[in-house]
């Protein structure tokens, strides 16, 4: 099998299975004030260290959640709870993952008046819909850093800008851009999850600038500062930790196979077009239409590379991309669009190995047309 889903889920590096798998042996409570106890506490704290690290924002603090998904509603909607009087609105972008979309439009419930910024046709958000849009009653202003579908990168520093200038608070989705890139503000909040740097699923973290309080979304034991009960899981925390230090370790190998990949993956595609900025995009991610295709048939046919049509959170649900209709894209376009995702362990003769097989199939589509 060829994988090429990296926006969906990353590889285990080997590093972090060694790490997990002797950490099997060890099952101290970290909550425990027994010497068990405390070496579980003390792995767990080395973790959240290494991840701060790599997520390099200074004054804060981290704290471990189930995924990015607890972590961003954690966030929404502890905001929404404890916002100020008059302060009502919640603004985010078209685009965001459904973790954010959903549990913006649950907040009305709360209360909140959620606003969904429109972007323009390459992806990105439309700043005068934005300046418009955040005003002296947004409470939380959110925006992903790199887009889970088609890559794009949002101007975090303008729209952070437009948050401060109103004393709103600002939360990024930084899944799919942590570990690759830094983020070019310090954000109020930032969800991250481990699944996406070759770390163990089931584990997250959100990062909570300062001293900044909100509302816990879960109650029990008060672990985690108060802001997430339960029992931690020293495994997983020890799994995104080492994951993390790779990250960093490795950033700028990294990224110069990555870049790598990139121009062969657009050679190889030269008569396809992209979805999304060109310009402003993480280059691990290549969203691309030939229309007139049925993207479904190719990946039905091309059973030895795992790709996708877009969110694999939506997988299945027979809808096209709410991220490409946004961006103007007709329903049949969305239908002809595959999205490949490469990274760390791709090869580049897997990426054209994939390529040919993808190409044949296309191609074959169009004979029969």
């Known amino acids: 099998m060829i994988y090429l889903d990296y926006q969906a889920t990353t590889p285990l590096a080997p590093e972090v299975i060694a790490a997990m798998t002797e950490a099997l042996a060890r099952y101290g409570n970290p909550h425990s004030a027994h010497a068990m106890g405390r070496r579980a506490a003390a792995e767990v704290e080395l973790a959240r260290d290494r991840v701060s690290r790599t997520l390099g924002l200074g004054d804060g603090r981290l704290i471990f959640t189930s995924g990015a998904t607890e972590a961003l509603n954690t966030a929404i909607q502890g905001v929404a709870r404890g916002a100020p009087s008059g ?49 002296e009653g947004t409470a939380l202003v959110i925006a992903m850093q790199a887009n889970n579908e088609i890559g794009v990168l949002q101007p975090l520093d303008e729209i952070s800008a437009l948050a401060e200038k109103v004393g709103a608070l600002f939360l990024c989705d930084a899944v799919q851009g942590f570990g690759r890139m830094p983020l070019p503000v310090v954000p109020d909040m930032v969800a991250i999850s481990a699944h996406k740097v070759h770390g163990p699923k089931g584990i997250g973290a959100l990062w909570l600038k300062g001293d900044l309080a909100i509302p816990p979304l879960m109650h029990g034991g008060g672990q985690e500062g108060g802001l997430r009960s339960g029992t931690l899981s020293p495994l997983l925390c020890a799994g995104f930790g080492v994951a993390a230090k790779l990250c960093l ?25 992209i979805n999304g900025s060109v310009d402003h995009r993480y280059h691990g991610n290549l969203n691309i239409r030939r229309d007139g295709i049925d993207a479904a048939r190719i990946l039905s046919s091309c059973r030895r590379v795992a790709m996708s049509l877009g969110s694999a959170c939506a997988s299945g649900s027979g809808r096209t991309s709410h991220v490409l209709r946004a961006t103007g894209l007709t329903d049949m376009q969305a239908r002809s669009s595959i999205r490949l995702g490469f990274g760390r362990y791709t090869t580049m003769s897997d990426l054209e190995e994939a390529a040919l097989l993808i190409l044949e199939t296309a191609s074959e589509q169009e004979r029969i047309a």
């Open 249 to 273: 370790d490795r950033r700028d190998e990294d990224a110069a196979h990555v870049e790598a990949l990139w121009e062969t993956a657009k050679a190889l595609f030269a008569g396809w077009t």
């Open 87 to 135: 302060r009502t609105r919640i603004v985010a972008i078209a685009t965001e993952h459904a973790a954010v979309l959903d549990t913006v439009t649950a907040c009305a419930l709360e209360g909140m008046e959620p606003v969904f910024l429109p972007v323009k046709d390459d992806g990105l958000v439309d700043m005068n819909a934005a300046e418009a849009a955040i005003d």
